[in-house]
């Protein structure tokens, strides 16, 4: 099947070749970085993770929202979802092989990689933390491809599918649950200290992912002559909607424990964040802007009205995807470092060649995500 993905309009091959070209860019910035050393990024002895395992972070929180379709379709047999099933397995699998590039590039030098194949550490969340994303990763595409082979061809999927797809459930739910461990598990960063970490994760994992299968099955239908359908898009909606609600719930637990509490600790973090402090307040502005586009979108979100206008609908998505990933991303991510342990303030900015490499492996990932879906929706047009 992957001979569809080579035959195109033009605006196809000029939007791969864009990426390309996008890949290329990341790529000798990389060189560069592994040349020079990670010197050449802004972080520092103080903050050892910036926008790359911020990248991380939020990209696996896509990955596992692909269980928000799979769930509904396989096991309660929810027909609606029978078109976008598998827009959303294979959303699963460019995010993860993001994620696991991001790590890559994260280490410096990229042998240290294999360190956790080599001598593999049980007693390391890292250590799990692979091991689940590789596991998800094997286990969408297997049951992407094998799905959509059996409806070209159509037929029912093989039997042995079946128990890779309800394991693949639960496993959704890991990968992001190993991944908030990875930051709950660190008693001296008093930002991710806390027992709803992963709660958190999951929540606003089930906003951010499905509101961007809404905004790509939005595209699809307008890009290609396969349908996705109304009531699918506006059921992702509803998840999106509770999903957001959730997040920001248990944003708002965070904030009445270290405020009402006063503990000093688990404050300093938040007001940095939101506030300021001691002069300092470089990702405030950032974080204020994803409060309000998270307020926005739930207003837009709770009306039916307005989540029923598409138009709408995908500026409310667009601000839940916005809003979940600097809040989750450089907010959380950076935020765990100030202050220091020892009450010192060390800010970060990515640099330049930090971001065009992020950017280059955005681009990996949307070229990725390109190939499948050309190949996918070519499918669905035949089989239609």
Avoid at 28 to 53: A, E, K, M, N, P
Avoid at 130 to 151: K, M, P
Avoid at 228 to 252: D, H, R, S, W
């Amino acid at each position: 099947m992957l001979e569809k993905a080579l035959v195109g309009s033009r605006r196809y091959y000029v939007w791969v070749f864009f990426l390309l070209a996008l890949i290329g860019v990341g790529f000798f910035f990389y060189l560069r970085q592994l040349s020079y050393g990670l010197g050449l990024t802004g972080l520092s002895r103080d903050i050892s993770w910036g926008l790359y395992i911020a990248q991380l972070t939020f990209f696996v929180g896509v990955a596992a929202s692909a269980v928000m379709v799979v769930l509904p379709y396989y096991l309660h047999d929810y027909k609606a979802f029978g078109k976008i099933t598998i827009l959303g397995e294979f959303l699963a699998v460019p995010s993860v092989i993001m994620c696991m590039l991001f790590v890559f590039v994260d280490m410096g030098q990229p042998f240290r990689a294999l360190n956790v194949m080599l001598y593999p550490t049980p007693n390391s969340v890292m250590f799990w933390d692979l091991t689940v994303l590789s596991g998800y990763l094997f286990l969408n595409i297997i049951i992407g491809w094998n799905t959509l082979q059996a409806e070209r061809n159509g037929v029912h999927p093989p039997a042995w599918v079946k128990p890779l797809i309800y394991l693949s459930i639960p496993w959704a739910v890991s990968i992001h649950t190993v991944t908030a461990f990875l930051y709950a598990g660190l008693p001296g960063r008093h930002l991710w200290l806390t027992a709803i970490m992963a709660a958190r994760f999951l929540a606003s994992a089930f906003a951010s992912g499905p509101s961007l299968l809404i905004i790509l099955c939005l595209l699809v239908r307008k890009l290609s002559r396969f349908d996705p359908g109304k009531e699918p898009i506006q059921t992702l909606a509803k998840i999106v909607t509770y999903g957001m609600i959730l997040n920001v719930f248990f944003v708002g637990l965070e904030l009445f424990t270290a405020f009402y509490s006063g503990i000093p600790a688990h404050k300093h973090s938040l007001e940095y964040l939101f506030f300021g402090l001691e002069g300092h307040g470089r990702l405030v502005p950032w974080m204020r802007v994803a409060g309000v586009l998270a307020i926005v979108a739930i207003a837009l979100l709770v009306n039916p009205g307005t989540r029923k206008n598409e138009s709408v609908l995908a500026l409310a998505c667009l601000s839940v995807f916005a809003s979940t990933w600097i809040d989750k991303g450089m907010g959380l991510v950076v935020g765990g470092f100030i202050p220091n342990p020892l009450e010192r303030i060390t800010e970060y900015s990515p640099t330049g060649p930090e971001i065009m490499i992020t950017l280059g492996v955005c681009g990996i990932g949307f070229l990725i995500l390109t190939v499948l879906y050309k190949v996918a929706i070519s499918v669905k047009e035949e089989a239609a």
